[in-house]
């Protein structure tokens, strides 16, 4: 287990990076605001303190910014980890990426990807784990006439309900509107966030203001089958975004038990796969 003592990033390319006391690692991206985030295996570029102590020692002066590094952690050499290696900090899941440096400096530390995003402190603690990522899931009640307050959610009750029966974490729910450029962008928050499963309730019927099943890109077709051999006439959608399995579901109480109660069981293997937590 180390500490973290430093963490870096740089808002223009070309720049030296500075160092802020908190920072968001957002899924299959690196970290919020660095201009050398979304390489697929470079996102995260780590170094350990006693690794910046072996490149001074050859002769390089500075610290984990100006060697072009993102985090700093004592406790660690990152270049004696194998690829596949996991480590967590906080909410936080990494994995190291197998990194052909060239110059020293470039072979010192090690490189990682983002598995499950989350805030990071300077201070946090730093482990080598093998456990899975926690499951966890947001919910979505899409409705104008909730949206605009008045009404208690009880399809989003249900389902937080369900899922805590399954073993989930609630990691937040809440209540938006049929607009399309809304539901876009939580959704779009939930996967940089890396949670297992956002369900959704609403917004999957025949009418012009039902618009979910249209934000719901690279499609399972598995899930949403199973949940139209119960009704014919739904427009319900599953899909992924990032390592996020994305369901939609319809807009009653009574339908979203029936449906959730029907696939629930089956969505943890879609989020092991997801997350390469199956142990394969």
Request: charged content about 25%; hydrophobic content about 40%.
């Amino acid at each position: 287990m180390g500490v973290i003592r430093a963490l870096c990033i740089s808002g223009k390319d070309g720049t030296q990076k500075y160092t802020p006391v908190r920072v968001f690692f957002v899924t299959e991206h690196g970290i919020d605001g660095d201009a050398y985030a979304g390489d697929p295996h470079r996102q995260v570029h780590l170094l350990g303190s006693g690794e910046i102590d072996d490149i001074c020692a050859r002769g390089t002066e500075g610290d984990g910014g100006a060697f072009g590094w993102n985090l700093v952690a004592e406790g660690f050499r990152f270049q004696e980890l194998p690829p596949g290696t996991r480590l967590r900090v906080g909410q936080v899941f990494l994995e190291i990426m197998q990194i052909d440096g060239g110059s020293a400096v470039a072979r010192a530390g090690g490189f990682a990807r983002v598995l499950h995003g989350g805030w990071v402190t300077v201070g946090d603690e730093l482990e080598i784990t093998t456990e899975r990522i926690p499951l966890d899931a947001a919910v979505l009640t899409e409705s104008d006439q909730e949206g605009r307050g008045g009404y208690e959610d009880e399809k989003g009750a249900a389902i937080r309900e369900l899922l805590a029966e399954e073993g989930y974490t609630v990691a937040g729910h809440g209540v938006l509107p049929d607009a399309r450029e809304e539901i876009m962008r939580e959704i779009s928050l939930w996967a940089d966030r890396g949670v297992g499963l956002v369900l959704t309730t609403g917004g999957t019927g025949g009418s012009a203001r039902d618009v979910t099943a249209e934000e719901t890109a690279c499609e399972v077709p598995g899930v949403s089958e199973a949940m139209r051999a119960l009704s014919m006439s739904t427009r319900a959608a599953a899909g992924i975004k990032k390592r996020t399995l994305i369901v939609n579901l319809p807009g009653s109480e009574e339908k979203v038990r029936e449906r959730l109660g029907f696939i629930l069981p089956e969505l943890r293997r879609c989020i092991d796969i997801l997350r390469d937590d199956t142990g394969e």
